[in-house]
């Protein structure tokens, strides 16, 4: 028995001997114990065969512990604490056909709390104590067994702690929220621009006029407007004319816009319209004038559809609608002589009907980086709600849209 020991501990000497590096420490205090008793085992069952082989495994595992263990970590003159930290134990190499030699339980994961690092002050160049030691568990007589449910479950500042599972999964659902966020802000864009209907009208007539809503309207009933009665003495032997113009209705717009697809997007916002009318009425001699201001706020609602990217350059189209709302309005007539002015009359003009509006569009969009110049014209038509309010909506209904505007992006 004596000689077959010393003969496996020979050749296990020989191999680790022929392996680079220097074996771990402790190595042959651990292993001399047990295999004595694993050489007993196999003289009493007189399987030579299997002994040899038995031999010649626990050779080559010894070796491929050794040399893991070199290259898995730096030496000891080297160590630091990160490293130190970061050094797997040396039980996560065992192979397992050497459980019986190392009757060490794996755990399925281990608490990081387990193991402290603690740095110790060289005391002397002689020394060979390491300068980082590592705090092991207590033990007792029985092999050591670490447990997952036997781990600490509270730290050092006395809070509950959570395993590595639990760590990564509240990690990744605060990245995947955050991630939502992000992407729900990138698809959010605001913008501004200024556009015109192209929808302007003018007629004359014969005679005396005025807008309904206007004070000349009451006063062809009933003169007590010396300005107006000075206009219709003055022209009682000449040829009256009646000219009336309805401009171009100037809007701005601060819109939001959402992406609903990737080339699908919801579009709406805050719309100021100013529509300006004018009226000129009488002859040379004596002529009364009005102009009429109206402002309107609008709520749109857009769908667009981009069909076409390129580059920087992207084209959509779409349809909206829109109500409008007339917030505002003003008549002011001016009464003249022989282009001298007599009276001056103002009033208010109010509303109360909704201005619904229709139409289709199409437009280009340059992206500039952190902006967009954007581009857009179309069509749309305002229906008739009734109201008495003398407009370019009721005179030219359907009318051409033209705007110039830029879009800023909002993201995280």
């Known amino acids: 028995m004596t000689d077959n020991r010393e003969k496996w501990q020979q050749g ?5 001997d022929s392996s680079s590096g220097a074996e771990p420490d402790l190595l042959w205090a651990s292993l001399a114990p047990q295999a004595a008793q694993a050489a007993d085992r196999l003289r009493r069952a007189h399987k030579r065969k299997l002994l040899w082989g038995s031999v ?25 604490p990160s490293s130190a930290g970061r050094r797997p134990p040396l039980y996560t190499f065992v192979p397992s056909g050497l459980d019986s030699l190392y009757p060490l339980s794996r755990p399925e994961s281990i608490s990081v709390r387990r193991t402290a690092v603690a740095p110790v002050e060289s005391q002397s160049e002689s020394e060979t104590e390491p300068l980082f030691r590592v705090d092991e568990p ?6 050591p067994e670490i447990s997952v449910d036997s781990a600490d ?29 992000s992407a729900a802000a990138s698809r959010l864009r605001v913008g501004a621009s200024v556009g015109s209907l192209a929808a302007s009208s003018s007629s004359t007539q014969s005679g005396y006029g005025a ?13 007590t407007s010396e300005g107006y009665s000075t206009v219709l003495v003055q022209n009682s032997f000449s040829s009256v004319n009646t000219d009336r113009h309805y401009y171009q209705p100037v809007s701005l717009a601060l819109t939001v816009s959402y992406d609903l697809l990737p080339k699908l997007s919801l579009r709406s916002g805050l719309n100021y319209s100013a529509v300006v009318s004018t009226l000129s009425s009488g002859s040379e001699q004596a002529q009364y004038s009005t102009t009429q201001v109206l402002h309107y706020l609008g709520l749109p609602l857009d769908l667009n559809y981009t069909f076409l990217r390129s580059g ?7 349809l909206g609608a829109m109500m409008q709302k007339a917030v505002a309005g003003s008549s002011t007539t001016f009464f003249y002589k022989n282009s001298a002015l007599v009276e001056k009359t103002a009033q208010n003009v109010s509303e109360k ?43 030219r209904p359907l009318g051409l849209n033209i705007s110039l505007g830029l879009n800023f992006p909002l993201s995280r």
Not at 63 to 76: F, S, T, Y
Not at 217 to 223: D, H, K, P, T
């Open 353 to 395: 009907e909704l201005q619904w509006s229709a139409g289709a569009f199409a437009g280009l969009s340059y992206d500039l980086g952190k902006a967009s110049l954007q581009f857009e014209c179309g069509a749309s038509y305002h229906f008739d709600n009734g109201s008495f309010v003398e407009s370019v909506y009721k005179t």
């Open 153 to 181: 479950k509270t730290d050092s500042s006395g809070q509950e702690g959570i395993s590595l599972e639990e760590y990564l999964r509240e990690d990744e659902r605060a990245f995947s929220k955050e991630r939502r966020r």
């Open 211 to 223: 807008f309904y809503s206007s004070a000349i309207a009451g006063m062809q009933i009933s003169s």
């Open 56 to 80: 010649a495994g626990t050779a080559f595992a010894a070796a491929a512990i050794a040399a893991v263990v070199l290259l898995a970590g730096p030496a000891e003159d080297s160590l630091t």
């Open 138 to 143: 207590e033990t007792n007589d029985r092999s």
């Open 12 to 16: 296990l000497r020989d191999a680790l």
């Open 312 to 318: 920087r350059f992207c084209a959509y189209a779409g």
